[in-house]
């Protein structure tokens, strides 16, 4: 077992502060957010003579939507700052909280941008809730150290959780970078992405696992940098083999009671990740205002999860990335109890694919080739190249200074690898992690960074 290391409650308090983000929102977008060429009323017509019919009641109705503290979830932030939620005659309250998969499970929301797997493990466990449509492919999650940090032998304090053991990411981790597997090795603390951000920034830990916007601050503040990334695929190739990190949650209840809004809902999630390619900046401005960071951060991170790590925004649901899911914690040797299979009722009971149908949404793959995007943004890009032709959409003078503040961004550094030497390895390298039995042609990268 990990040794636990207490840092002072008030000191950790002060510092939160800087970078805590509201518990809930409202409506009116930030002083970011553009005013460009969409039109939401335009966006939703094709669908509505699709849509079951608002009672009165449903349009007095103020929908309660959760989400995660994460990047994941950008398409509820879109979907109101956007105008899709408005313009299909829905009020939406939003609320930010880690605690998003309990709050759906007991009621207290109507609909969550939550994790996958946690939503399967409360739905075994008893929760009546259902899943309508996807959100986030893949599951992009960053292995920040602080700065200063020059080798790996150097990092003696990590956050730690009671899954750390049975957790893929950390399993890949340590492979591709050679460290020990086992915890006990580090002394470390549980806690939130927030404040490992900030015990990170004041060198009280040496290495963080978090998803954007935190590492990126880590890179634009200067206090830390990635050295690796969790895509939670078991594929090199950004797009085949991706398993299902994120998705919106319903509660069963809301969606029985009214369908009507519960159906608008699954169209506005498919409406805003279009919006995200569609573009690119604002929603790059949209998300800077939700969390309030630098539009730079907020530009990168629509970047990383619309591009450098593939299509991963992306509204696509099926059995078969519930599946990949498994496979990928399968290969890293996770127990077969700790595995997100859907026990109570089966995947028939779990997703329900009939609002999508019913509303006629079409693939992602069509919409991707309709929109020439293979063309217009290829998966790979450096981020400048990104960034100009995303500013050209918008109408953005390319002398613009946003967005640019990060030399390293902008110079195409997506990782930055520590410097070999034989001192990185924690452990002798005859004790250092063997290979999975079926790894694949990119576990040689745990030989050298």
């Known amino acids: 077992m990990a040794k636990i290391r207490k840092f002072l409650a008030v000191f950790l ?21 553009l005013q460009v060429g969409y039109d939401p009323t335009q966006a939703v017509a094709p669908y509505l003579a699709n849509l079951p019919e608002m009672t009165e009641d449903d349009k007095n109705y103020t929908i309660q939507l959760g989400l995660f503290d994460c990047d994941h979830m950008v398409a509820a932030m879109i979907g109101q700052d956007a105008g899709i939620y408005e313009a299909l005659g829905l009020t939406v309250e939003i609320t930010m909280t880690n605690q998003v998969t309990a709050a759906v499970a007991a009621g207290q929301l109507d609909i969550a941008y939550a994790n996958f797997i946690q939503s399967i493990f409360a739905y075994n466990n008893g929760a009546d809730i259902v899943s309508l449509t996807g959100s986030h492919l893949g599951g992009a999650r960053y292995f920040v150290v602080r700065s200063g940090i020059e080798y790996l032998s150097q990092i003696e304090s990590l956050t730690v959780s009671n899954a750390s053991m049975t957790n893929p990411e950390w ?14 090795a580090y002394t470390g603390s549980n806690m939130s992405q927030r404040d490992s951000l900030v015990a990170l920034r004041a060198g009280q830990i040496d290495g963080i696992f978090v998803c954007d916007p935190y590492a990126s601050i880590a890179e634009e503040g200067g206090f830390g940098f990635i050295i690796n990334v969790g895509m939670g695929s078991l594929s090199e190739d950004l797009g085949i083999g991706w398993g299902q990190c994120c998705n919106p949650i319903f509660y069963r209840p809301f969606v029985r009671e009214r369908p009507a809004l519960a159906a608008r809902m699954v169209l506005a999630n498919y409406l805003a990740t279009q919006y995200m390619y569609i573009h690119p900046y604002n929603s790059g401005m949209i998300f800077a205002d939700t969390f309030g960071v630098s539009p730079d951060i907020g530009l990168r991170t629509i970047f990383l999860k619309t591009n450098a790590e593939g299509r991963t925004m992306n509204w696509e649901l099926t059995p078969a990335h519930l599946q990949n899911l498994i496979d990928f914690r399968i290969h890293w040797g996770i127990p077969e109890s700790d595995l997100p299979r859907i026990a109570r009722g089966g995947p028939e009971e779990f997703f329900d694919f009939s609002f999508e149908e019913m509303i006629g949404l079409k693939s992602f793959e069509e919409f991707e080739r309709v929109q020439g995007l293979s063309e217009s943004f290829p998966v790979g890009m450096s ?8 500013e050209a959409i918008d109408g953005i003078p390319h002398d613009s200074a946003v967005g640019k ?8 550094g997506f990782i930055t690898f520590l410097p070999y030497s034989p001192d990185m390895l924690v452990a002798p390298p005859a004790s250092r992690p063997e290979a999975p039995s079926d790894a694949g042609a990119g576990a040689a990268s745990g030989t050298q960074l």
């Open 405 to 412: 503040g990060v030399e390293k961004w902008m110079d195409g």
């Open 171 to 184: 399993l890949q981790f340590a492979y591709e970078l050679g460290l020990d597997y086992d915890y006990s």
């Open 13 to 33: 308090t002060v510092l939160t502060v800087a970078i805590m983000l509201a518990g809930c929102r409202d409506s009116t977008p930030g002083g970011n957010v």
């Open 383 to 390: 981020y400048s190249e990104w960034l100009y032709k995303a």
